[in-house]
């Protein structure tokens, strides 16, 4: 496709821009967002960062200015210890390694680094920030997308109509749920990865058996 004379164009994950068009380096559906982004969906564990996705990283280490953190990308990412609201030098979060937390990608490069951070456009944490409890899992970036999509996939939709829980995810195929015990958080993600690229009507059958079959096995 050819790039527009006027406009912006924001290009995401899984096209490259070679100064006169835009070509895409894998495989998958050309997908557009408000605001003029444009992105390949594909269905690939490996994930690509791209500035402004909402990702799920583990801290890996604590430096005096920023922490390492592992989203699943090629290189390690940054978080700088001033990008959540609020925080000075003297009133930062202190993340352990191991740590889970829910960032967006600020900026991002094919050959360098990421950075990470905790806040929206506007400086606010918007949901941004360390996430306590729950369980993670992980899935393919195309069922990630989905299930960030509104309305709602039919698997999230059929799962809100019987279990209470908390979601966050990540487009680099990570999710967060929690739940008011264990089992139901576990309920979840097996149902979010068993309907994987399913269609909605075959994606409600098999939550339906599963909210059934575990209904009855708490008798």
């Not at 005096?64 to 009133?91: C, H, K, M, Q, W």
């Not at 050959?111 to 920030?129: H, I, V």
């Not at 993670?136 to 509104?150: D, E, I």
């Amino acid at each position: 496709m050819k790039l527009p004379d006027s406009g912006v164009l924001r290009i995401g994950t899984g096209l490259r821009d070679d100064g006169t068009s835009l070509l895409a380096v894998k495989p998958g559906v050309l997908l557009e967002a408000k605001g003029g982004k444009l992105w390949v969906s594909g269905s690939q564990k490996r994930y690509i960062p791209s500035a402004d996705d909402p990702v799920l990283g583990t801290v890996l280490a604590k430096h005096s200015e920023f922490y390492d953190v592992d989203i699943a990308a090629p290189f390690v990412a940054l978080l700088p210890v001033l990008a959540f609201e609020g925080a000075t030098r003297r009133n930062r979060p202190n993340l352990k390694e191991g740590d889970l937390i829910y960032c967006r990608v600020d900026t991002a490069h094919r050959d360098m680094q990421p950075t990470l951070t905790c806040m929206d456009a506007a400086g606010r944490s918007a949901g941004f920030g360390p996430l306590k409890g729950g369980l993670q899992f992980a899935c393919g970036t195309a069922q990630a997308r989905a299930l960030l999509s509104r309305p709602p996939p039919a698997v999230l939709a059929a799962l809100g109509g019987s279990l209470q829980f908390e979601l966050a995810v990540g487009l680099n195929g990570r999710v967060w749920v929690d739940a008011a015990d264990a089992q139901s958080a576990i309920l979840v993600s097996m149902a979010v990865q068993a309907t994987e690229g399913m269609e909605a009507e075959r994606a409600r059958t098999i939550v339906d058996a599963m909210l059934h079959a575990s209904t009855h096995g708490q008798r």
